[in-house]
Structures are given as C-alpha cells and as structure tokens.
C-alpha cells in the first residue's frame, strides 16, 4: 500500500507508482506559497530575485508538509551527483542526489528541465536527478560526452557504494514538452548516436530547428541502464510546465513574459 501524504496544496503530485511503502515522493506546484508575482506563490528558488524571507517560508512549508528536511542543491546543468545524510549541508554543487538515510529528502528543483526520481524495488535507498538537456546528455552536452550525463554518473556512484540497482524504478515529473521545447541541431547532436530511437525524439522544423522530448530522451537513458519500469510523465500536453501556466512555472514561458520565474521542487525520501 502506498501511504498518501492529507491536506496538500491544490495541484501538488504524488507519484503513482508501486514503489515500496517506505518510499515517499512529492512534487509542488506553482501554487500554495507566499511568494509574489512573478514568483507566485510557491517559489523554491533563492537564485531568481525573489525576496529570501518568502523563499524561506516557502521551503519552512515544504519541509513541514513532507516531515523531512529538504536537501536543496546548487544546480548547474553538470553531472556530479551526492551522496546526503542528514548532516549534509545546504547549497552544495550537484545535479543529483541520493540516500539511504530517512529524515533527509533528494530535492531537485525546477522549471522546464526535467526531474527524475529513483528508487529500488526494496526501499532502501533513494535518488533525485535534475535533467536539464545539458546534464542529460553530458557535461556541456558535447560529443564527447555522450553517454556519460547525469543519470550514468549517478548510477556510477550508486554501484560504487553498494547500492542494490538490480530492481530500479523511476518517476519522471513534469518538464517543457515536445511541443515547446525548440532546440538548435547542437542539442540533436549531443544525444545522436546514430539511432532511429533518438533521432525520432527530434522533429525537423524551421531554419534548422527542432522540437525536441525531454522526457523520451531521459525515458531512453534510462532504458540504457536497465530501468525499464519508468513512471509519470509521458511526453503528453499534461505534463508540459510551459502549457501549463495555471499549475508550473517555467522559466521559457515566464523569464520571456515577465522577466523571471520560480522553482519546483520534486523530493524523494525514506520514510521507517
């Protein structure tokens, strides 16, 4: 049986995914803060010019509503993942993150990029990933490094400490959709490894352009390292935080209309 957590903000998900009851997993909305316009309401982000005492009531009222304390990293679109425990400070460079303790939650925050939660079938650890593309496809999304992005250097630490990867799942929340996210032919060229697969989550428009899916590229990631049952968003208009203004922000739709936008977060913890 999955636990749910009672009296959520309006919009709030909860992961449908059957995962172990000691896994508990969350990801905000836009909506139940008290942040103001262009941040309203329920900014997580202390890096996109909102006032730092709403952005600090904002994450009180995370960690309240979740029973845990929030771990919330300084992402940079890389590849470095971290190992947390409840000491662990706030701040740190990473763009994913990873547990086997309870009282400490993976937070990964976003606004177009995608976020990846991870959890073997045990229980007995935990993951979050920021999965921008240029983390997705390596660091700086060149050719080079292809194949080595973030959710591979996040596996890479999991086997070196031990962890059990032998029955994973995954959930993917909301990101920019394939009908908004137009890339230039660097990014296609970053995940192109020559297969129909990857080639067929790029379609050709314009002057050189494309559209390109987020979540299918990751979904193939994924599928690289084995993980097969994988969750959430499916690359469907509902999962698109651009065409979903009402619900998620998003820094392509937001920082053109209004100059900036706020963060979500996507927290994945162990709850025994």
């Given at each position: 049986?999955?636990?749910?957590l009672?009296?959520?903000?309006?919009?709030?998900?909860q992961?449908?995914?059957?995962?172990?009851?000691?896994v508990?997993?969350?990801?905000?909305?836009?909506?139940?803060?008290?942040?103001?316009?262009?941040?309203?309401?329920m900014?997580?982000?202390?890096?996109?010019?909102?006032?730092?005492?709403?952005?600090?009531?904002?994450?009180?009222r995370?960690?309240?509503?979740?029973?845990?304390?929030?771990?919330?990293?300084?992402?940079?679109?890389?590849?470095?993942?971290?190992?947390?425990?409840t000491?662990t400070?706030?701040?740190?460079?990473?763009?994913?993150?990873?547990?086997?303790?309870?009282?400490?939650?993976?937070?990964?925050?976003?606004?177009?990029?995608l976020?990846?939660?991870?959890?073997?079938?045990?229980?007995?650890?935990?993951?979050?990933?920021?999965?921008?593309?240029?983390?997705?496809?390596?660091?700086?999304?060149?050719?080079?490094?292809?194949?080595?992005?973030?959710?591979?250097?996040?596996?890479?630490?999991?086997?070196?400490?031990?962890?059990?990867?032998?029955?994973?799942?995954?959930?993917?929340?909301?990101?920019?959709?394939?009908?908004?996210?137009e890339?230039?032919?660097?990014?296609?060229?970053?995940?192109?490894?020559?297969?129909?697969?990857?080639?067929?989550?790029?379609?050709?428009?314009?002057?050189?352009?494309?559209?390109?899916?987020?979540?299918?590229?990751?979904?193939?990631?994924?599928?690289?390292?084995?993980?097969s049952?994988?969750?959430?968003?499916?690359?469907t208009?509902?999962?698109?935080?651009v065409?979903?203004?009402?619900?998620?922000?998003?820094?392509?739709?937001?920082?053109?209309?209004?100059?900036?936008?706020?963060?979500?977060?996507?927290c994945?913890?162990?709850?025994?």
């Amino acid at each position: 049986m999955i636990l749910r957590l009672q009296n959520l903000p309006v919009h709030w998900i909860q992961p449908d995914w059957p995962i172990h009851p000691s896994v508990r997993a969350l990801m905000t909305s836009r909506q139940g803060g008290v942040s103001a316009a262009p941040w309203d309401s329920m900014n997580l982000g202390d890096h996109v010019g909102d006032r730092p005492a709403d952005v600090h009531t904002n994450r009180e009222r995370l960690a309240v509503q979740i029973g845990q304390r929030p771990v919330f990293l300084q992402q940079v679109h890389g590849v470095t993942s971290l190992q947390l425990s409840t000491a662990t400070p706030q701040g740190l460079v990473a763009d994913a993150c990873w547990s086997r303790d309870p009282g400490v939650a993976c937070t990964i925050m976003v606004a177009d990029c995608l976020p990846v939660l991870l959890a073997d079938s045990a229980g007995s650890w935990v993951a979050a990933v920021h999965a921008g593309w240029r983390g997705l496809a390596g660091t700086g999304g060149s050719m080079k490094s292809k194949g080595l992005g973030v959710l591979e250097s996040l596996w890479a630490d999991l086997k070196l400490a031990g962890a059990d990867v032998s029955d994973v799942m995954a959930w993917l929340g909301p990101c920019i959709g394939p009908q908004a996210f137009e890339v230039g032919p660097e990014v296609r060229a970053a995940f192109d490894d020559g297969s129909p697969e990857v080639r067929g989550l790029f379609t050709p428009i314009a002057q050189g352009k494309y559209m390109a899916d987020l979540a299918g590229l990751a979904r193939g990631r994924l599928q690289g390292l084995g993980i097969s049952r994988v969750f959430g968003n499916d690359s469907t208009p509902p999962w698109c935080t651009v065409a979903g203004s009402d619900f998620f922000f998003s820094h392509r739709r937001d920082s053109r209309n209004l100059g900036q936008s706020g963060r979500m977060a996507a927290c994945i913890w162990l709850d025994r």
